[in-house]
Structure formats: C-alpha cells, structure tokens
C-alpha cells in the first residue's frame, strides 16, 4: 500500500534519491515527472531536503513535492548560465575548512564566507591539520586579523585538538555540512567526530597538499550524538551567485563605512566625501579589502549579466521554435 508522508534526502544519485525517514528507515525513490519535469511546479530536491513523497513497499518511492526550505547553500553552474549548483539544503551550521599547509588562503576563504552568508547559515571558519604545521597559530591570529567578526577555529583530527568546540555547534538533529578543497581533511574529521569510520580518506600530494575527491557525490552522514553531517566533494573554488549580501555580511567594515559615503553611488576612488578613502588614509581600512571587495562585486555582476543574456536567448529560441514556418515555392 502507498502511503504519503514526510521524508528528507540523505544522498542524490543522479536520477534517484536516498530518502530516510524514522518509520521506514532508509530508501530509495525517483522523482514525480508531472510534478518535476514537466510542469516546474517545485524545485529539485538536494541533499538535506524535506520532500512530500509516496512511500512504495515494492520498489523505488516517488518524490511528490520540495518542502520550503530555511536554507540554501549554491554555486553557479559553469555549464548551464541560467542554473545554480545546488550544494545542500536545511543547513544550521557550515564548516568552512582550510589547511595549514599550501590550501591556507584568506581570498578563498572570502568567497566561501560570502556565497554561504546568502544562504543565512551560521558560518564557522577551520582551520585544520594544525599537528603539521610548526607554527599553525600565526596562522589562526593571521585569520582573525583579517577577519575579526567571524568564528575561527584551529583544529587537529589526529589529536582531536579544537573538536569537542565543533562536536559543542553540532546538536542532536542538528545539520552541518562541511565545505572546503579536497585533502583538507574533510572525511578525516567527519570520522573523527563520529568516533568510528564512516568516510573513506585519501592521501595528498607533497608538492601542492592537494587531495583527490574522496567524497564522489552529496550524503549525509548520522552520528551517534544524533546530528546529521553533509559531507560534498572538495570544491577549490565557489563562484558567487547573487551575492549582495553575502558580499556586505563578510566585507562588513567595507559595507559599513561606504552607507557614510556622500553619494549612494559612490566608486570609493577620488570622489568627494568618500568614507572608505577617508578610513583607508586613517589606517582603519586596508586598500588590499577593498580592492577584493570590488573585484567579487564585479563577479557577481557579471554573472548577473550572463543570466540575463542567457535568458533573453531562452526566450528568443522559444519564439523561433512556435513561429510558424512558411511553405516553400
């Protein structure tokens, strides 16, 4: 007997989901085409999802509807200018992880910041492998001058150093997901804070510290403590999507010094009454953030304009193909 009831997503695998929920347990099920493909009437479910679906007893279920969201963390498709990268939904709480070794790099760690900040998850910076680092402390004091408002953390998976701060954000039923380049250690301390294996782990290369992808798809992971962990693959960068307000939240003293600006359009150049000049020559802002700040803003313009020409020629292809072609003589 098929039978409707709330389930959310575990795993995606292409066309076909894993779905759990506490009656049934883990499952799998495919997605209603009328609901999905066809009509558009609700978004693709992604890792961390609640969707409506009919449970089946004999095969896969079927997915129904994409329950509202209160959060949702996504990229820009590089292949598709009209489409995001979906990366995980219902998140409380994001890990944004560097190493401390050649992976450490604030720029990298601004993007993240700022296309998660969209999201409106709580965001925790780690810093991780700090047992093969000889001084992994100028590196944490290093993050926090350059970003004093955010939460940092220097960790260690193989002497559990700073995890118990990370187990303290992840409470039952809780959802992390834990977002960073491959061969930060992602999948080491995902088993670390389990206490037992549940990732495979990858080694990385002397030259670089980079990883391969040990992670191959989105899953979520259940600990004993009964918070849920998403763990993705190593992603080395995330470019912005609508990102005003990522950009404002993780350049704040950028943001907040410009509302003091003469003019609303101010470029913060040469213009008279500019107060990010003035904070730049009284020492209260550096010209590095700045200048970072307005090359993520021009990113995130651009990408605005790719969408927008992208679905200009949508439309024009549509109007092309239901034009009546004329007979030929």
């Known amino acids: 007997m ?17 779905l759990w929920d506490e009656e049934h ?43 509202p969201r209160k959060t949702f963390i996504q990229r820009f498709d590089a292949w598709n200018a009209t489409n995001a990268q979906a990366i995980a939904a219902n998140v409380d709480e994001i890990f944004i992880l560097t190493s401390a070794n050649h992976d450490f790099n604030l720029k990298r760690l601004h993007r993240y910041l700022a296309a998660c900040k969209q999201g409106r998850a709580n965001c925790t910076i780690v810093i991780t492998k700090a047992d093969v ?13 350059d970003m004093p408002d955010e939460k940092i953390l220097l960790i260690s998976a193989v002497n559990g150093m700073g995890l118990e701060t990370i187990r303290e954000k992840m409470i039952p039923g ?20 389990a206490g037992r294996h549940v990732m495979d782990v990858n080694g990385i290369r002397e030259d670089d510290s980079k990883g391969r992808h040990t992670t191959t798809h989105r899953q979520m992971v259940f600990l004993d403590s009964g918070a849920m962990v998403i763990d993705v693959p190593g992603m080395r960068e995330l470019a912005l999507l609508d990102a005003e307000e990522g950009l404002n939240q993780t ?26 000049r003035a904070a730049i020559e009284q020492g209260e802002l550096t010209e590095e953030a700045l200048q970072e ?4 803003q021009k990113e995130a313009a651009r990408k605005e304009r790719r969408d927008e020409w992208a ?14 072609k004329r007979r030929g003589y």
Do not use: W
């Open 25 to 67: 347990g883990e499952y799998y099920g495919k997605l209603k085409a009328s609901n999905y493909y066809h009509l558009s009437l609700t978004p693709y479910p992604v890792t961390g999802d609640l969707v409506k679906c009919q449970y089946n007893t004999m095969g896969d279920s079927v997915v129904l509807e994409t329950l």
């Open 251 to 276: 350049f704040r003293t950028v943001s907040d010094f410009a509302e003091c600006c003469r003019f609303h359009d101010c470029r913060h150049e040469r213009e008279p009454g500019c107060a990010v």
């Open 133 to 145: 680092c000889e001084y992994p402390e100028e590196l944490l004091e290093k993050a926090k001058k």
């Open 293 to 296: 700040y307005k090359n993520l």
């Open 2 to 18: 098929n039978t409707e009831h709330i389930a959310r997503i575990i795993a995606v695998h292409k066309e076909r989901y894993a």
């Open 174 to 193: 809780s959802i992390s997901v834990f977002l960073g380049s491959s061969g930060v250690g992602k999948s080491t301390m995902v088993n670390a804070l």
């Open 311 to 324: 679905v200009m020629v949508s439309k024009h292809r549509k109007q092309l193909k239901n034009t009546p």
